[in-house]
């Protein structure tokens, strides 16, 4: 178990060790080999890794499953790949707690000055070539059953790191990794760092989800949030409030934001002025995920702090309506409804502890009321006490 957890978190810090250099790294895991690195817009990983954690340190062994199985695990993913004999191959790592003993061919396949491809190579063959041990044979076989070309260009690109740290050690280099510096809040950061990074690990390992890699950017954007969560940095404004064309507000003529409002009998001036709130909170929110200054979850966290606030106000207005009650008087509440509900929604920052422009929360709060219903959408919001029995007979285009 803990060398699954140890992929999990060694995913993590690599990602971060990178996203120094190239923010635009991606990793995933599992598709190809235990972690994966690749650019945006490429299908082809640069780097394949095998993660291996030993509680004992020792000696990696020279004919021990830990190498060659990921060594069999290389050539089936180089097959994929279609670059065993030509084109650009991935660097092809083993990260294992254990240590490379000199004199060995695994000792002559780190990184620096005592590297040695050729004397690695005749190593392994000799090793490959051999009877024993049993539990190797069939991945040995692979590595022999390769043209002399092909053997030479896959030990060509693989590189021991031996002396990886310890699962008991990452957390403190992680945390150097993302430059969280020591203080009274240095814990709680890194635990909500690694929290959601288990959510996307899940997501990354169950091939029902859509997600196939988490991006430096997602990571650098969620550091900064959890940062910032104690930091109290304000969301950057980048959107220019101002009035909308008749253009504009025409092309929402047929969305249920707008029949949201109708139901209620707000005259085209007001829904205007409202439209205004949504029609440019949802430009901000789209350029917040799109330059990675908030995440998905921290924006879905906050539309339900507003879901919270709306139904509160939603509740005790509606109290006094019963079955009876006037037509007339049925909008008059749902006017105060939606009154209330902007008040409170002005207030309530996206980041909690910062501040965030008024609008921001009177826009998302018409988006949450302009999405369509479902019989699995138990935080819908609207206005009028009757407002899921209109939804149901309103003709909304799905997907808006």
């Given at each position: 178990m803990?060398?699954?957890?140890?992929q999990?978190?060694l995913?993590?810090?690599?990602?971060a060790?990178?996203?120094?250099?190239?923010i635009?790294?991606?990793?995933?895991m599992?598709?190809?080999?235990?972690i994966e690195?690749?650019?945006?817009?490429?299908?082809d990983p640069?780097?394949?890794?095998?993660s291996?954690h030993?509680?004992q340190?020792?000696?990696?062994s020279?004919?021990g499953?830990?190498?060659?199985r990921?060594?069999?695990?290389?050539?089936?993913?180089?097959?994929?790949?279609?670059?065993?004999?030509?084109?650009t191959?991935?660097?092809?790592r083993?990260?294992?707690?254990?240590?490379?003993?000199?004199?060995?061919?695994?000792?002559q396949?780190?990184a620096?000055?005592?590297?040695s491809v050729a004397?690695?190579?005749?190593?392994?063959?000799?090793?490959?070539?051999?009877?024993?041990p049993?539990?190797?044979a069939?991945d040995?076989?692979?590595?022999?059953?390769?043209?002399p070309?092909?053997?030479?260009?896959?030990?060509?690109a693989?590189?021991?790191?031996d002396?990886?740290?310890?699962?008991?050690?990452?957390d403190?280099k992680?945390?150097?990794t993302?430059?969280?510096r020591p203080?009274q809040h240095a814990?709680a950061?890194?635990?909500d760092?690694?929290?959601?990074w288990?959510g996307?690990a899940?997501?990354?390992?169950?091939?029902?989800?859509?997600?196939a890699s988490v991006t430096?950017?997602?990571l650098?954007?969620?550091l900064?949030?959890?940062l910032d969560?104690?930091?109290?940095k304000?969301?950057?404004?980048?959107?220019?409030?101002?009035?909308l064309?008749?253009?504009?507000?025409?092309a929402?003529k047929?969305?249920l934001?707008v029949?949201?409002?109708?139901?209620?009998?707000?005259?085209?001036?007001t829904?205007?002025t409202?439209?205004?709130d949504?029609?440019?909170?949802?430009?901000?929110?789209?350029?917040?995920?799109?330059?990675?200054t908030?995440?998905?979850?921290?924006?879905a966290?906050?539309?339900r702090?507003?879901?919270?606030?709306?139904?509160?106000?939603?509740?005790?207005h509606?109290d006094?309506?019963?079955?009876?009650?006037p037509?007339?008087?049925?909008?008059a509440?749902?006017k105060r409804?939606?009154?209330?509900?902007?008040?409170?929604?002005?207030?309530?920052?996206?980041?909690?502890?910062?501040?965030?422009?008024?609008?921001?929360?009177?826009?998302t709060?018409h988006?949450?009321?302009g999405r369509?219903?479902?019989t699995?959408n138990?935080?819908?919001?609207?206005?009028?006490?009757d407002?899921?029995?209109l939804c149901?007979?309103?003709n909304?285009?799905?997907?808006?």
């Open positions: 803990t060398g699954y957890l140890y999990c978190e995913a993590l810090l690599e990602l060790e990178r996203s120094w250099d190239d635009t790294v991606e990793v995933r599992e598709i190809l080999d235990d690195f690749l650019y945006e817009d490429t299908d640069f780097v394949l890794l095998q291996k030993r509680e340190a020792g000696r990696l020279e004919t499953k830990d190498f060659w990921s060594v069999a695990s290389w050539i089936d993913a180089l097959t994929v790949l279609g670059c065993l004999s030509a084109g191959m991935p660097l092809l083993l990260a294992t707690t254990q240590v490379a003993a000199e004199g060995t061919f695994l000792h396949l780190r620096g000055a005592e590297r004397d690695a190579l005749a190593g392994m063959e000799a090793v490959a070539q051999a009877d024993e049993g539990n190797t069939k040995r076989k692979k590595f022999t059953d390769l043209t070309a092909q053997r030479y260009r896959l030990v060509a693989i590189e021991i790191h002396a990886s740290p310890l699962m008991s050690d990452l403190s992680l945390t150097r993302l430059g969280i203080g814990q950061i890194l635990d760092i690694k929290g959601w288990y996307m899940v997501e990354l390992l169950d091939r029902n989800q859509t997600r430096a950017r997602e650098q954007c969620r900064e949030e959890a969560q104690y930091a109290r304000n969301l950057p404004i980048t959107e220019t409030l101002r009035r064309t008749a253009a504009e507000i025409a929402y047929d969305d934001v029949a949201q409002m109708q139901w209620i009998g707000l005259k085209d001036r829904i205007a409202h439209l205004r949504y029609h440019h909170a949802r430009a901000q929110r789209s350029a917040w995920l799109r330059d990675f908030i995440t998905e979850q921290a924006l966290d906050y539309e702090r507003l879901w919270d606030e709306w139904d509160h106000v939603f509740t005790r509606t006094t309506v019963e079955d009876d009650t037509a007339a008087e049925r909008k509440v749902g409804v939606l009154d209330d509900t902007m008040d409170k929604a002005a207030g309530l920052p996206a980041r909690p502890g910062s501040t965030t422009e008024s609008w921001i929360g009177r826009g709060m988006s949450l009321a369509p219903q479902s699995d138990d935080e819908s919001v609207g206005w009028h006490p407002y899921p029995d149901q007979n309103h909304e285009p799905q997907g808006q």
